[in-house]
Every structure is written in structure tokens, then in C-alpha cells.
């Protein structure tokens, strides 16, 4: 039986290096030696590799470089020890939902959601702080990023650094830069080969930002840099201009094929600009032009119309289509001369023969996707309150656009690492509601300490202070979604029968069945597993502590879900639980992994509990291979372990592990 220690690559989350070189040694096995340091690349043949004879590490490059990216990189390649903590009590709908709401440093979340999420998230939407120098406090600890949360968020004491990232520390960008680096990267591993990335800034970081997603997702993926008209008042109190704009930068995981996107449903508007003068039995069409500019051979030629007047294409111009194309158009009544057959002729598109949606814009108005005044009245209204406790929220109508384009199908994930209000999740379900499809959400929010004495978090604080709870902006991201699966099931439960509706800015659809409406909450904390920490003054006493390495107050689900993240498991997985031999046995994913995680496993109830996991995974048929994980403490004796051991993998189930 294999034992799981702290360093054992069970307890760690995804080793992205060793995933890098594996890739590498695939491809170009020629470009890794040794070195003293262990595996390197030789710089030399990866040059020739790529047909540079020439150029020397000292030579410039195009690119995004700031002080400090190496060690942001290198941050992204450091695997978490951190694990998270399951918490059904602030939970809705625990045994049922697939959608999750992570309290924790998005950085260590990430990561720790490799192995589970890789190539799995259609689409990701984020909306960083906009490093105004009074939003930013995600000041990265490289030495220990779970200690430096802990801090950060005020479980520990020991004087981490929580202040604004202010233009006064002259590390105003590269900071910003140092912080959404190691995070773009460990997001770009989530997203499915045809995934994309919206992220919302303004002018403050755009061009770092759009230089930074063009290097990590390719230059060639970039898709577009969207205009969202966030106000339409003038503020008087801009020094120079007014600023009514955010962008929204759009890029893609994969390459730009046809259905990578989605597309915008066709409007009542667009609909109403194609009639049917003629009355054509195929139905409403549009005149589009027969002609374009400039001269082609063999594109300037006579086309008589119905009424005998011979038409050619304007001066400097020529038909679109070849005579005889042009000639099967006219055959098949196609073409347009005008009500008295002496206009020019233009070609009949019809209605029928569009697709169902519409390429997005790249301007976005406040009239089609909402305002900040939009969000702010719409947070008031769900949180019953004069006042948002959030400044510039998005509505739930841009959010809804951006599912469209990019999450139009069931089944699909959607993830924000930067939740603050919570808005994503809340749009997900009503936009669930409005296409009666499932799509997932996963949302991480760091538990921010909310300060009452800051006039801009009043309102915030206040609103904690009302609900009993902890002042951090996380407790404000669970009651939005709480309150937003409220509302969705009374206005459900009060049109049931009749015409259910639920409304988004853009869209009003009637409403058969509820979504998931629920969310499981984690947290993130250290890992259940103890790392061996020697005391040279009382080594004994040491040893002793460590005979359970399983820290002293964590439960077993702690534990269960602990196996989930480091053994790749989604953790909405289904979990069933069963008596053995007196002893609590959990089946995951249809019995892809069993665990037993008593803290007492007597010799005498060895041979019924391994007879009851064998026959319990033959009832469940697991497609692939089961993991037995047990409590290395929780054996009377090494006889007790070495029989179960026995019992389990002389019935095929080889792969048996202890904590």
C-alpha cells in the first residue's frame, strides 16, 4: 500500500513543468540535455529548430517585458500544497448542483483546479482590478502563497503587505503585470481547445493587457477589442474628458474556425427590414447590389431587365456574378429591377435563407448590453437596498452577450476568477432560464477584509453587518447568488401554468423548467496532509506527532474532496456513501475512486470491509480502474493493512493507497 505524503505528487496540484517537458520530449526530444540543475533546453538547437542561425540570447525581441515576469512565470509553474475545504452549510442545493463558488487567492485556486478542470471551461470571463491605485491587492508572496492569503485575508497574523497598488511604489504596471500573469497562464490550461477569454479594463492597462493575452493565447487568437458604453451621462468632474467606455478583450484558445463563437440572436428590428413587394412565395427579402467597385475581366457586360432596358454595372464597377451565374439568378426570379422594371437590378435575399443569428459588434451601447446605472439599480433592487455595495458592477445584460458568443451550448463550464459581485454567476442562471440549456459556473473570490472606515466600502460592510456576517466582499458574491435563485424560483413558482417569464435586458423568453440553481461553496485552506516539519531539539516527539500526518481538525469530507482536486475528479462528481463493517466507504464517480477514511480500522473488520469494497465496485462496473485511499493510521498493525491490501488486489483492484 503506497502511503500519500506532502510531497508525493497525489498531494500537490498539477506539476506543470513536468507536463511542459513531457510535451517537449514528444515533439522535439533533441532539445533537452542536462545540466547541473537538472533537465535543460538547449538554446542552441531550439534556434536552428526555428531556422535562427544567428541571433544570440542578448538580442532584443518583440514582446511584453517587465521586471520581475520570470519569477511571475515561474510562479505559474509552482504547484499548490493548498487544498479546498467543502462547506455544504453555506451552500444551496449541496447534493444536487454543479456549480461552485471558491472563496481563496485566485492564483492558488487555479491552480489547484488543474488536474480536475484542464481543456474543460468553455468559456472564462474576468474582471480584474483596473489598477486605478486603490483596487489592487493581490500582492503575490513567491515563498508561500497559501501563508501569504492566509495574511492577506486576516487568518493569521504576520504583517503581510495589503495595501493599494498606488503609482507612488514606481512598480505601477509591472506589479499589475507580475499579479495577472502566473493567473492568464494557469487559465489558458482550463479552457477547451475551442474556448475563449473575455476580459473586461479600460484604458488604464489595455495595451499591457491586450499585449499580454496576444502572447499567452497567441497573437494569431486574438479576436477583438470591444467598446462597452459603461455610461452615457458626462462626468463633471473629469479632468480633460469624460470616460464612457470599457473595452472588453476577446481572444480564443484554439484556432478562428466557424463555430468557434456563437452568435447573437436576429432581432425584431433586423427582421422588419425585409419585405416582399412582389409578393415571391418564398417570403420577405432584402435588395442587395448586383455590382462592385473596381473593373474585372470579363465583369462589365449587358443584362437586359424585364421590361426590355439593358442595364450595365456603374462606371469604374462590375457585376458580382459571371454572365451565365448572373443569367440563372434572372431564371430563378432573383433579381430586382424596381416596381417599374427600370432600376437598376439588385439581387433578392431572402429571410429564410439566413442563419439564425448575427455577428457581434465590436461597439457595445448601454441600449443592448446595460450600464454601470443598469448594474448598480439591478444590485439594489436583488439586495433590497438604497445604496450598491459594489461601485461600477456589470449588468447582467453584458454578461448575458458574452455567454451568447461564447458559451451558446449545454453542458458547458463557465469560470470568472475575479466574481466581486458575483454578476457571472447571476447572469448564467437567468440566461439558463431564458434557453432552457445548462450551462455550469465556477466562481473564485478572494475574502477581501472590507474596511469601515473607507467611504466607498460603507455600503458593503453595512449590508454584512446586516446579515451577521463576515466583512469580506465573499460573503456579498454568496448572497447575490443566493438571492438571485431566490427570485428565480418565486417568479417560477408564481407564473407556473400560466406564461413564466424571466427577464433580461435584451431578453424576455418563457421559462418551462428551473436551471441548477444552486452552488457549492469551498474555501481554500492548507493542505489536510501534515508536511513532515523536523524539531532538532525534541526529534522523538516529532516522529510521534507524525505518525498521523492528517492534520488534527479536518473532517473526513476535508480529506475526500482533498483526493478529488489531486486525483483529477470534478468535484460535483456524485458521491454515494455506504456502512461496511460498521465504517463509513465512499464511492466517487460511480467507484473511479473508494475511500475509507476512518480514523480506526480494527484487524477484525479487515476482511468484511475489503469483501464489501470488492462487491460494491463489481455492482457499480467503474469503466476504468478504482483508487482505494484508506487512513495510514487508522490500522491496528501492518498485518491489518498488508491483508486488506491483499484481499483488494487479488480482486483487480490494484492501485491501493493510504494518507
Request: aromatic content about 6%.
Amino acid at each position: 500500500m503506497q502511503k500519500i505524503e506532502a510531497t508525493s505528487p497525489e498531494a500537490q496540484s498539477a506539476d506543470l513543468v513536468s507536463a511542459n517537458i513531457e510535451q517537449l520530449k514528444k515533439l522535439f526530444p533533441e532539445l533537452l540535455t542536462e545540466s547541473a540543475n537538472g533537465v535543460a533546453v538547449n538554446v542552441d538547437v531550439l534556434k536552428a529548430l526555428v531556422g535562427d542561425q544567428t541571433a544570440t540570447d542578448a538580442d532584443e525581441k518583440y514582446g511584453l517585458n517587465w521586471h520581475g515576469k520570470r519569477r511571475a512565470r515561474q510562479l505559474a509553474l509552482t504547484p499548490s500544497t493548498g487544498t479546498l475545504r467543502p462547506c455544504p452549510d453555506e451552500s444551496v442545493d449541496w447534493d444536487t448542483t454543479q456549480n461552485l463558488m471558491i472563496e481563496g487567492d485566485n492564483l492558488e485556486v487555479l491552480k489547484l483546479l488543474q488536474k480536475s478542470y484542464a481543456s474543460k471551461v468553455k468559456l472564462i470571463y474576468i474582471d480584474p482590478p483596473y489598477n486605478t491605485g486603490k483596487d489592487f491587492v493581490y500582492p503575490d508572496n513567491f515563498q508561500d502563497n497559501i501563508k501569504n492569503y492566509l495574511e492577506l485575508t486576516g487568518q493569521t497574523e504576520g504583517g503581510a503587505k495589503i495595501s493599494s497598488n498606488t503609482e507612488a511604489s514606481g512598480r505601477f504596471h509591472t506589479d499589475w503585470l507580475n499579479m495577472m500573469y502566473p493567473r492568464l497562464k494557469l487559465a489558458r490550461n482550463l479552457l477547451s481547445p475551442n474556448g475563449a477569454i473575455f476580459v473586461s479594463c479600460d484604458d488604464n492597462e489595455a495595451p499591457n493587457l491586450r499585449a499580454l493575452i496576444e502572447e499567452i493565447f497567441g497573437i494569431e487568437n486574438f479576436v477583438a477589442q470591444i467598446v462597452w458604453e459603461k455610461m452615457y451621462t458626462t462626468k463633471n468632474d473629469s479632468s480633460l474628458i469624460s470616460a464612457s467606455h470599457d473595452y472588453v478583450i476577446v481572444a480564443l484558445n484554439g484556432s478562428k474556425l466557424d463555430g468557434a463563437m456563437g452568435a447573437l440572436p436576429r432581432t425584431k428590428e433586423m427582421d422588419d427590414r425585409y419585405s416582399n413587394p412582389d409578393n415571391d412565395p418564398r417570403g420577405p427579402w432584402k435588395a442587395i447590389p448586383l455590382y462592385a467597385a473596381g473593373e474585372r475581366k470579363n465583369g462589365r457586360y449587358p443584362v437586359v431587365g424585364r421590361t426590355g432596358i439593358v442595364f450595365l454595372p456603374p462606371a469604374n464597377s462590375h457585376w458580382r456574378y459571371a454572365e451565365e451565374d448572373l443569367k440563372k439568378l434572372g431564371d430563378g426570379n432573383r433579381l430586382w429591377f424596381g416596381r417599374d422594371g427600370d432600376a437598376q437590378p439588385n439581387l433578392k435575399r431572402f429571410l429564410s435563407e439566413l442563419d439564425a443569428g448575427v455577428k457581434a459588434k465590436t461597439l457595445w451601447t448601454h441600449k443592448e448590453v446595460g450600464s454601470n446605472d443598469t448594474a448598480s439599480r439591478e444590485l439594489k433592487s436583488l439586495m433590497e437596498v438604497s445604496e450598491s455595495p459594489f461601485s461600477f458592477p456589470k449588468p447582467t445584460s453584458l454578461i448575458s452577450r458574452i455567454l451568447e458568443l461564447g458559451a451558446p451550448g449545454s453542458d458547458e463550464i463557465v469560470l470568472d476568477f475575479f466574481a466581486g459581485s458575483g454578476t457571472t454567476g447571476h447572469a448564467t442562471l437567468l440566461k439558463n432560464s431564458a434557453d432552457q440549456i445548462r450551462r455550469r459556473y465556477i466562481l473564485v473570490q478572494l475574502p477581501e477584509p472590507l474596511d469601515p472606515n473607507n467611504k466607498e466600502q460603507k455600503a458593503a460592510v453595512d449590508y454584512c453587518d446586516t446579515m451577521k456576517r463576515p466583512r469580506n466582499i465573499a460573503e456579498l458574491t454568496k448572497e447575490r447568488l443566493r438571492r438571485a435563485a431566490s427570485k428565480i424560483r418565486a417568479t417560477h413558482a408564481s407564473t407556473t401554468g400560466a406564461t413564466a417569464q424571466l427577464s433580461l435586458e435584451d431578453s424576455i423568453r418563457p421559462v418551462a423548467t428551473l436551471p441548477d440553481l444552486g452552488f457549492r461553496v469551498f474555501k481554500l485552506d492548507q493542505s489536510n496532509i501534515r508536511a513532515w516539519n523536523p524539531k532538532p531539539d525534541d526529534l522523538a516527539q516529532a516522529v510521534l506527532e507524525y505518525q498521523d500526518n492528517l492534520l488534527p481538525d479536518r473532517t473526513e469530507s476535508d480529506i475526500l474532496y482533498e483526493l478529488l482536486l489531486k486525483l483529477g475528479l470534478d468535484l460535483c462528481v456524485p458521491i454515494a456513501t455506504r456502512q461496511m463493517a460498521g465504517l463509513a466507504v465512499h464511492a466517487v464517480g460511480g467507484g473511479v475512486l473508494m475511500a475509507c477514511l476512518a480514523p480506526a480500522i480494527a484487524s477484525t473488520e479487515v476482511d468484511a470491509l475489503a469483501t464489501g469494497i470488492v462487491a460494491w465496485r463489481k455492482e457499480l462496473a467503474p469503466a476504468g480502474d478504482t483508487t482505494c485511499v484508506f487512513r495510514d493510521s487508522a490500522f491496528a498493525d501492518d498485518i491489518a493493512k498488508t491483508n486488506l491490501s491483499a484481499i483488494l488486489e487479488q480482486h483487480g483492484i490494484q492501485n491501493v493507497r493510504s494518507l
